[in-house]
Protein backbone atom coordinates (compact mmCIF):
# COMPACT_ATOMS: atom_id res chain seq x y z
CA UNK A 1 0.00 0.00 0.00
CA UNK A 2 1.67 3.48 -1.27
CA UNK A 3 2.46 5.71 1.51
CA UNK A 4 0.02 8.36 0.78
CA UNK A 5 -2.92 5.55 0.73
CA UNK A 6 -1.62 4.57 3.96
CA UNK A 7 -1.78 7.90 5.60
CA UNK A 8 -5.41 8.23 4.30
CA UNK A 9 -6.88 5.44 5.59
CA UNK A 10 -5.15 5.84 9.03
CA UNK A 11 -6.53 9.54 9.44
CA UNK A 12 -10.14 8.83 7.74
CA UNK A 13 -10.14 5.53 10.48
CA UNK A 14 -9.27 7.96 13.48
CA UNK A 15 -11.95 10.31 12.32
CA UNK A 16 -14.39 7.83 12.38
CA UNK A 17 -13.44 6.67 15.59
CA UNK A 18 -13.55 9.86 17.29
CA UNK A 19 -16.99 11.02 16.13
CA UNK A 20 -18.14 6.94 17.13
CA UNK A 21 -17.23 7.41 20.69
CA UNK A 22 -18.14 11.31 21.21
CA UNK A 23 -20.24 13.13 23.42
CA UNK A 24 -19.83 15.64 25.46
CA UNK A 25 -16.47 17.23 25.16
CA UNK A 26 -14.40 16.32 27.36
CA UNK A 27 -12.16 19.21 29.95
CA UNK A 28 -8.94 19.99 28.87
CA UNK A 29 -8.49 21.97 32.28
CA UNK A 30 -10.21 21.97 35.92
CA UNK A 31 -13.48 23.87 34.56
CA UNK A 32 -14.93 25.79 31.74
CA UNK A 33 -17.84 27.24 33.62
CA UNK A 34 -20.13 28.03 30.64
CA UNK A 35 -20.62 31.79 29.72
CA UNK A 36 -23.59 31.85 28.70
CA UNK A 37 -24.17 35.50 27.11
CA UNK A 38 -20.85 35.42 24.95
CA UNK A 39 -22.04 35.83 21.53
CA UNK A 40 -19.61 33.21 20.20
CA UNK A 41 -21.13 30.26 19.02
CA UNK A 42 -19.28 26.49 19.43
CA UNK A 43 -20.48 23.11 20.12
CA UNK A 44 -21.62 23.61 24.03
CA UNK A 45 -20.52 26.57 25.45
CA UNK A 46 -17.52 28.87 25.55
CA UNK A 47 -15.26 28.98 29.04
CA UNK A 48 -15.73 32.40 31.47
CA UNK A 49 -12.53 33.92 32.12
CA UNK A 50 -11.10 31.63 34.67
CA UNK A 51 -10.27 34.80 36.74
CA UNK A 52 -13.86 36.11 37.02
CA UNK A 53 -15.62 32.49 37.96
CA UNK A 54 -16.44 32.39 41.29
CA UNK A 55 -18.23 29.54 43.52
CA UNK A 56 -21.62 30.73 43.09
CA UNK A 57 -21.02 28.76 39.19
CA UNK A 58 -20.62 25.46 40.44
CA UNK A 59 -23.99 26.30 43.07
CA UNK A 60 -27.66 26.50 42.73
CA UNK A 61 -30.21 27.11 45.42
CA UNK A 62 -32.59 24.72 43.43
CA UNK A 63 -34.43 23.28 46.47
CA UNK A 64 -34.82 19.94 44.94
CA UNK A 65 -36.24 19.38 48.27
CA UNK A 66 -38.99 20.76 47.61
CA UNK A 67 -42.34 18.71 46.19
CA UNK A 68 -43.38 20.50 42.61
CA UNK A 69 -47.14 21.43 41.37
CA UNK A 70 -48.27 18.28 39.24
CA UNK A 71 -52.06 19.36 39.50
CA UNK A 72 -51.94 21.83 36.68
CA UNK A 73 -49.75 19.19 34.37
CA UNK A 74 -52.15 17.08 31.84
CA UNK A 75 -49.64 14.34 32.15
CA UNK A 76 -49.62 14.91 35.88
CA UNK A 77 -46.11 15.20 36.33
CA UNK A 78 -43.08 18.13 36.44
CA UNK A 79 -39.66 17.77 35.47
CA UNK A 80 -36.86 20.50 36.90
CA UNK A 81 -34.29 20.02 35.29
CA UNK A 82 -31.00 21.46 36.32
CA UNK A 83 -27.89 21.63 33.56
CA UNK A 84 -25.94 23.97 32.17
CA UNK A 85 -28.26 26.51 30.90
CA UNK A 86 -28.81 26.80 35.32
CA UNK A 87 -25.73 25.56 36.65
CA UNK A 88 -23.08 26.99 34.43
CA UNK A 89 -20.49 25.14 36.14
CA UNK A 90 -21.58 22.16 34.71
CA UNK A 91 -20.01 22.93 30.68
CA UNK A 92 -17.52 20.15 29.73
CA UNK A 93 -18.74 17.93 32.43
CA UNK A 94 -21.15 15.55 30.77
CA UNK A 95 -23.53 15.21 33.26
CA UNK A 96 -26.61 16.80 35.07
CA UNK A 97 -29.73 15.90 37.15
CA UNK A 98 -33.67 16.30 37.17
CA UNK A 99 -36.33 15.98 40.00
CA UNK A 100 -39.46 14.17 38.79
CA UNK A 101 -42.58 14.38 40.78
CA UNK A 102 -45.79 12.80 39.70
CA UNK A 103 -49.25 12.66 40.86
CA UNK A 104 -51.38 9.63 41.56
CA UNK A 105 -51.67 8.33 38.35
CA UNK A 106 -49.14 10.43 36.50
CA UNK A 107 -47.04 9.93 34.01
CA UNK A 108 -43.56 10.85 32.46
CA UNK A 109 -45.25 10.28 28.74
CA UNK A 110 -43.08 8.20 26.26
CA UNK A 111 -39.54 11.12 25.25
CA UNK A 112 -36.04 10.39 24.79
CA UNK A 113 -32.83 12.12 25.48
CA UNK A 114 -30.69 12.30 21.90
CA UNK A 115 -28.01 13.36 23.79
CA UNK A 116 -27.56 11.13 27.11
CA UNK A 117 -28.23 8.13 28.87
CA UNK A 118 -30.48 8.26 32.00
CA UNK A 119 -30.26 6.58 35.62
CA UNK A 120 -33.22 7.13 37.67
CA UNK A 121 -33.39 6.20 41.38
CA UNK A 122 -36.94 6.51 42.72
CA UNK A 123 -37.41 8.58 45.80
CA UNK A 124 -41.09 7.93 46.72
CA UNK A 125 -43.65 5.72 45.93
CA UNK A 126 -43.97 3.56 43.16
CA UNK A 127 -43.26 3.81 39.22
CA UNK A 128 -43.73 1.61 36.05
CA UNK A 129 -41.24 2.28 33.71
CA UNK A 130 -39.49 0.74 30.39
CA UNK A 131 -38.22 1.57 27.11
CA UNK A 132 -38.33 0.50 23.68
CA UNK A 133 -35.46 -0.86 21.50
CA UNK A 134 -34.48 0.23 17.85
CA UNK A 135 -36.36 -1.29 14.79
CA UNK A 136 -34.88 -4.45 14.58
CA UNK A 137 -35.67 -7.63 12.22
CA UNK A 138 -37.57 -8.75 15.39
CA UNK A 139 -39.54 -5.53 15.99
CA UNK A 140 -39.22 -2.96 18.93
CA UNK A 141 -38.52 -5.08 22.31
CA UNK A 142 -40.38 -3.09 25.24
CA UNK A 143 -38.19 -3.61 28.66
CA UNK A 144 -40.53 -2.85 31.78
CA UNK A 145 -40.10 -3.07 35.38
CA UNK A 146 -42.05 -1.95 38.33
CA UNK A 147 -40.16 0.11 40.95
CA UNK A 148 -40.15 1.06 44.91
CA UNK A 149 -38.69 3.41 47.12
CA UNK A 150 -34.52 3.14 46.33
CA UNK A 151 -34.96 1.56 43.20
CA UNK A 152 -32.55 2.17 40.20
CA UNK A 153 -33.22 1.88 36.31
CA UNK A 154 -31.39 2.76 33.56
CA UNK A 155 -32.21 4.22 29.81
CA UNK A 156 -29.92 3.85 27.32
CA UNK A 157 -28.91 6.93 25.09
CA UNK A 158 -31.42 7.82 22.62
CA UNK A 159 -34.22 5.24 23.45
CA UNK A 160 -37.72 6.18 23.40
CA UNK A 161 -38.96 5.69 27.77
CA UNK A 162 -41.86 6.73 30.24
CA UNK A 163 -42.25 6.52 33.94
CA UNK A 164 -45.75 5.99 34.90
CA UNK A 165 -47.60 6.39 38.86
CA UNK A 166 -49.97 3.35 38.80
CA UNK A 167 -50.91 4.33 42.62
CA UNK A 168 -54.36 6.18 42.60
CA UNK A 169 -53.85 8.14 45.71
CA UNK A 170 -49.88 8.54 46.48
CA UNK A 171 -47.44 11.12 44.40
CA UNK A 172 -44.08 9.52 43.59
CA UNK A 173 -40.55 11.24 42.96
CA UNK A 174 -37.81 10.26 41.30
CA UNK A 175 -34.45 11.63 40.63
CA UNK A 176 -32.54 11.23 37.75
CA UNK A 177 -29.02 11.64 36.76
CA UNK A 178 -28.00 12.05 32.57
CA UNK A 179 -24.87 11.81 30.90
CA UNK A 180 -24.75 15.20 29.57
CA UNK A 181 -24.76 18.81 29.93
CA UNK A 182 -27.92 19.66 28.39
CA UNK A 183 -29.52 15.81 27.41
CA UNK A 184 -32.24 17.19 25.25
CA UNK A 185 -35.82 15.94 25.71
CA UNK A 186 -38.12 15.01 22.33
CA UNK A 187 -41.55 14.22 23.74
CA UNK A 188 -43.19 11.72 21.01
CA UNK A 189 -46.45 13.15 21.21
CA UNK A 190 -45.64 16.84 21.70
CA UNK A 191 -43.08 16.02 18.25
CA UNK A 192 -45.11 14.26 15.94
CA UNK A 193 -48.45 16.30 16.44
CA UNK A 194 -47.57 19.92 18.35
CA UNK A 195 -44.82 20.59 15.88
CA UNK A 196 -44.58 24.16 14.58
CA UNK A 197 -45.71 24.43 11.43
CA UNK A 198 -47.20 21.09 11.68
CA UNK A 199 -46.35 17.65 9.93
CA UNK A 200 -49.08 17.48 7.10
CA UNK A 201 -51.74 15.01 8.15
CA UNK A 202 -51.75 12.92 5.29
CA UNK A 203 -48.23 11.73 6.02
CA UNK A 204 -49.22 11.17 9.88
CA UNK A 205 -52.35 9.33 8.74
CA UNK A 206 -50.48 6.93 7.07
CA UNK A 207 -47.36 6.60 9.05
CA UNK A 208 -50.09 5.59 11.94
CA UNK A 209 -52.53 3.85 9.55
CA UNK A 210 -55.77 6.42 10.79
CA UNK A 211 -58.17 8.77 9.24
CA UNK A 212 -56.85 12.11 8.79
CA UNK A 213 -59.75 13.45 10.76
CA UNK A 214 -58.16 11.79 13.82
CA UNK A 215 -54.55 13.17 13.34
CA UNK A 216 -56.17 16.73 12.54
CA UNK A 217 -58.11 15.97 15.99
CA UNK A 218 -54.69 15.10 17.76
CA UNK A 219 -52.92 17.80 16.05
CA UNK A 220 -55.57 20.82 17.63
CA UNK A 221 -54.88 19.33 20.73
CA UNK A 222 -52.88 21.69 23.60
CA UNK A 223 -49.16 19.52 23.98
CA UNK A 224 -47.55 21.06 26.78
CA UNK A 225 -44.41 20.75 28.09
CA UNK A 226 -44.05 19.11 31.53
CA UNK A 227 -40.07 20.27 31.65
CA UNK A 228 -39.16 23.20 33.98
Same mark, same amino acid.
Given at each position: ??????? &???????????????????? %?????????? #?????????????????????????? %????????? #????????????????????????????????????? &??????????L?????? &???????????????????? &?????????????????????H??????????????P?????????????????????????????????W %???????????
Amino acid at each position: MAPTTYF &LLVSFLALVTSQAIASDPSP %LQDFCVADIH #SPVKVNGFVCKDPMAVNVDDFFKAAN %LDKPRDTMK #SKVGSNVTLINVMQLPGLNTLGISLARIDYAPLGQNP &LHTHPRATEILTVLEGT &LYVGFVTSNTDNGNKLFTKV &LNKGDVFVFPQGLIHFQFNPVHDKPAVAIAALSSQNPGAITIANAVFGSKPPISDDVLAKAFQVQKGTIDW %LQAQFWENNHN
